[in-house]
């Protein structure tokens, strides 16, 4: 069991994704005992090994834990106010999202003054036919990417993107406009709008969202709904270099661009 959780401990705190090498000579383990291990870590989902690279993440089974013991605390307390703000620019509900290997896990939600909302905290969903998801998508490497793209997608409504190639496009749309848009993609008449909340170097390390019904964010409203979320995203990332010295804003730090026409 110690080995396994300094296994564990290894792939969490690596700064790049680490190899199977990697980790048995982190943990002084020989190839075969870090190998049988992982195999065991990664059945019962606490680690997922990438099918193109080979490389060890932490999986979704390790965050679900995590989440329910709601230790996000350093996370969430910083980004409220923008997400308490951005509630009451957009009426809509607000959520903060954090992105694992191959799925993302809501963490946080401001509900709206309105009474038909849901509650995501949690939950993931799928990457192909959510703001959340396409957002993610964006920041997959090409060969990631094929891979991803290589499976099947799932039909939830009509409006869902299942042609890779048509996929393809919209997510080249998400990395050029800096934020991604799902219209009742999920679910017929429920729209919603992402933003990336970025290090110093410009990964992804959290996610502001909106959404709610169709009437409640409109097309003709994308994108004075867009100039807020992506302002927001902007401010927790602020706010959070303020509790952390390393994400300090300086030279050469990436900067948003103004939301482009979501049209």
């Given amino acids: 069991m110690d080995r396994a959780v300094a296994l564990l401990k290894a792939v969490a705190t690596s700064a790049t994704p680490p190899s199977l090498a990697d980790l048995a000579a982190a943990c ?14 990664e059945r019962h989902g606490l680690v997922e090994r990438d099918a193109v690279s080979l490389r060890y993440f932490v999986g979704y089974e390790a965050v679900q834990l995590a989440s329910s013991a709601k230790d996000y605390g350093p996370l969430i307390r910083p980004a409220r106010h923008a997400l308490q ?9 607000v959520n903060l999202s954090i992105p694992t290997h191959n799925s993302i896990v809501t963490i946080d939600q401001i509900d709206g003054r309105h009474l038909v909302t849901v ?4 939950r993931s969903a799928p990457l192909h036919c959510t703001s959340l998801g396409k957002l993610l998508l964006s920041s997959y490497p090409k060969e990631k990417l094929d891979s991803f793209l290589r499976h099947p997608l799932q039909r939830y409504t009509p409006s869902t993107l299942t042609n890779p190639a048509r996929l393809r496009k919209e997510i080249e749309s998400v990395k050029r406009r800096g934020y991604g848009v799902a219209l009742g993609e999920f679910e017929e008449g429920f729209n919603g709008l992402s933003a990336p909340v970025t290090d110093r170097d410009g990964r992804h390390i959290a996610y502001v969202s909106v959404s709610g019904p169709a009437y409640r964010i409109p097309r003709e409203r994308l994108k004075g ?7 927001a995203a902007e401010e927790v990332r602020r706010r959070l270099g303020q509790a952390d010295g390393a994400r300090e804003s300086g030279p050469g730090r990436p900067r948003h661009r103004p939301p482009a026409d979501p049209s």
């Fill in 28 to 41: 002084r383990l020989n190839r075969v005992t870090a190998w049988r291990l992982l195999t065991a870590l």
């Fill in 119 to 122: 509650n995501w905290v949690g």
């Fill in 225 to 231: 709904i867009a100039r807020s979320v992506v302002r």
């Fill in 85 to 93: 703000r951005l509630c009451a620019e957009t009426g809509a509900t």
